[in-house]
């Protein structure tokens, strides 16, 4: 079996519209900061014209991730749903210009391609409306078999679980992963998600799950515990490998042989936190995939996490090869 | 007569599309520098598809120092035309969303929105490549009578005169601000945009003009000299004000009174540089526009420029506001 791909990612394809605002502006809006709102297009429509001046960029948590490991000289493929409209080209472009393989057809019918609109706050936290658009039509006939099987690790969304058809694609990803010797990541992605998706994720971990992403809220939401020493010991009796990361303190590995605590790599300004969770994923995955240790494997993940959330974006703006010679 | 407006700008209405690059992908595809190049939408889909990943956010000269004044907390307006597109929309919601008016109906027929591909290079120079899609359909017809008779300052963007409407649009607002007893400003826009109408500036700026915005290279290509000093006397002889900038070495300001130079505000990681002349301007007529000296306009016009070129993107990522209490 050859290993054509480091990481296939499967996720919501999704372009991000990026704004500043003041807590005042979430208040008045009624959102709950730091979290990630599924929307409508009315109610996405309503919130763009309230936002400041925006920026346009690709986005979708798997999406950067793909991102980040092509960025890192990692070869990637993309599964996830766009339309064929302007956005759904630029989103194309975009991932594709980093180098990863991304032949989802485009839908040419239906709601037109994702949009995330998040509002950056002076903390650097960000909050995201999402309106999943185009995504909502994928389903298991997108999940490009031979890509798959030919990638060490395909990684899945937990966002994607808020579709219909997700759960069949997740499970006929994850059989097609398994049967060709390989491996399968998830990120839970949003503690929200874990409470909406629980039984589901809970069931996918233990059953289909080779490697997990999470952050503390995530993993305390998905066994209920708000004590992060039950979580770990959960979720290390249910796979093989947990990444679990604590923003400004590190991240924690686990596995069958140990416990790692690693720290976060120093950000003079942390300007946007999007996409920090995506990019710790990207560092991880790509050491993995290229023989590194479970410590170096965090210690990547924290690099290039430093890099994302010094900027505005979630999608690396300069190569991140850069790193590899530090850690 | 009533000061509804502190400054109304007048230019093209472009979407930026952003990426990194570096030097050698600028020799590979024949690219000079720092230059802004006008490219048909064919040659502009090219170079997009050679693109990394980019982001998008709304630019255009005049577009981003009405932004910077917005953003000071002046009152604006803007002329420019926008197709009824995806990008239009998004230019007119940006523009908009900070306060400024913006009444200019869009095309519905002909080229779509116009775009801007900039590539930021390692040292954080930007080179462009423009293609001007809608907004060569300006006209006279578009100039807004009644906004240019409210507005202090009328700012006309020197680009414009690539499109072949502009010269007889830019006479009458001139004309107009004139017979309200308003001033005119003028930005030079690009060296090689000089050198393609350099008559009919010196003719604009000898007759029509009251205020002169240049960077060094554009001032010396405006009067065929190497030497700073003679530009300066010989703009010194047609304008009352010119403020002329020169990067890192700060900025001259011209009048009948004075010749003052004003040190530039040290930016710790210069990201991206495009812009930086816009918000300049923005800052130096925010400040003129409030009754400051010819110094005060200089130095909020350099805090301005500094504020964006710390950035990528050359719209003000949070209110300029606070820049008031720094200068």
């Keep these: 079996m050859s290993d054509s791909y480091n990481v296939v990612g499967i996720g919501n394809a999704i372009v991000d519209v990026i704004t500043t605002a003041e807590d005042a502006f979430l208040e008045t809006h009624g959102m709950a900061k730091g979290s990630m709102t ?39 493929a993309y599964i996830g749903k766009v339309h064929d409209d302007v956005l759904g080209t630029a989103f194309r472009h975009d991932i594709t210009a980093v180098g990863a393989t991304f032949r989802t057809p485009p839908t040419t019918s239906g709601p037109t391609t994702a949009r995330c609109l998040i509002f950056v ?6 909050t995201m409306h999402t309106y999943l658009g185009a995504c909502v039509t994928l389903g298991p006939a997108d999940v490009d078999a031979e890509l798959v099987a030919a990638a060490q690790v395909t990684y899945l969304e937990g966002y994607l679980y808020d579709e219909p058809h997700a759960k069949e694609a997740f499970h006929k990803a994850a059989d097609i992963a398994h049967a060709a010797g390989r491996k399968v990541a998830l ?3 949003d503690a929200f998600c874990v409470n909406r998706h629980r039984d589901a994720f809970l069931a996918l971990v233990d059953h289909h799950v080779d490697i997990v992403f999470a952050n503390e809220s995530e993993i305390e939401a998905l066994f209920e515990t708000d004590r992060i020493e039950t979580a770990t010991e959960r979720i290390r009796a249910m796979t093989d490998l947990a990444a679990i990361t604590r923003d400004a303190r590190g991240s924690i590995v686990v596995s069958a042989d140990s416990v790692i ?4 790599v120093h950000v003079e300004h942390v300007v946007d936190t999007t996409g920090a969770g995506d990019l710790y994923a990207a560092g991880f995955l790509y050491a993995l ?13 924290s690099a290039a996490a430093a ?12 190569p991140l090869a850069r790193l590899l010679a530090s850690v």
């Design 38 to 76: 599924l929307v409508d297009e009315t109610r996405a429509e309503a919130l763009y014209t309230a936002m400041g001046n925006t920026t346009m960029t690709s986005g979708g948590s798997a999406g950067n991730t793909i991102a980040g490991i092509a960025s890192l000289g990692g070869r990637t």
């Design 121 to 126: 706050t002076p903390d650097a936290q960000r």
């Design 187 to 189: 990120s839970l992605s």
């Design 261 to 264: 605590e690693v720290p976060s």
């Design 289 to 301: 995939t290229t023989g590194a240790s479970h410590r170096a494997c965090a210690e990547l993940g």
């Design 307 to 318: 890099d994302i959330i010094a900027h505005v974006g979630a999608r690396p703006q300069s």
